[in-house]
């Protein structure tokens, strides 16, 4: 009675495992592009959306923010603009964790050159206040490395890292 048991039980854990399927490839099973609540800005005004977490300190002592012990990453997510006839910079509109009150606007500009890259391309916000402004390597059309006042790269550890990644709808 065992062995037959025991092969009625084998034949059954088999048939099931065989009937096992992970979830079907159908289009309502693919993620959505965004998690946000609100659609992203796009089109021809749009240059970009980015964003990412990064550690606090730093970005805050750039900013000439006080430091807070509490303080120990911030979130950003950037909208580049760029005027429609010539596809030049105009503003960038950011959102983030470092000053909840109000999201900083202003303009942005591309420069050249990082201390180990000079034809890097670099995207300055604030060009016309150098003693805050933020400089951003662009890794690709998709990743912004945010760099330090020097325009070195910055080092982040395994939790946080300075990079801002482009996200659509």
Not at 12 to 39: D, G, M, Y
Not at 45 to 71: H, M, Q
Not at 132 to 143: A, E, P, R
Request: hydrophobic share 35%; proline share 7%; charged share 25%.
């Amino acid at each position: 009675m065992k062995p037959t048991l025991s092969f009625l039980l084998l034949g059954f854990f088999f048939t099931l495992a065989n009937s096992i399927h992970a979830q079907e490839a159908r289009l309502a099973n693919v993620p959505s592009k965004s998690n946000s609540r609100k659609p992203i800005a796009s089109g021809p005004l749009v240059v970009g959306v980015f964003a990412g977490r990064f550690p606090c300190s730093e970005i805050a002592k750039d900013w000439k923010y006080p430091e807070r012990p509490e303080c120990t990453k911030v979130k950003w997510a950037i909208t580049f603009f760029q005027d429609s006839v010539t596809h030049q910079p105009t503003t960038y509109h950011l959102l983030g964790t470092l000053n909840r009150q109000a999201a900083r606007e202003g303009k942005w500009s591309i420069v050249k050159g990082t201390k180990t890259e000079p034809e890097a391309i670099v995207y300055q916000l604030d060009p016309d206040k150098p003693d805050v402004s933020v400089y951003l390597l662009k890794g690709d059309d998709n990743v912004l490395f945010i760099l330090d006042q020097q325009r070195k790269m910055r080092v982040g550890d395994d939790y946080l890292s300075y990079t801002l990644n482009r996200i659509v709808n």
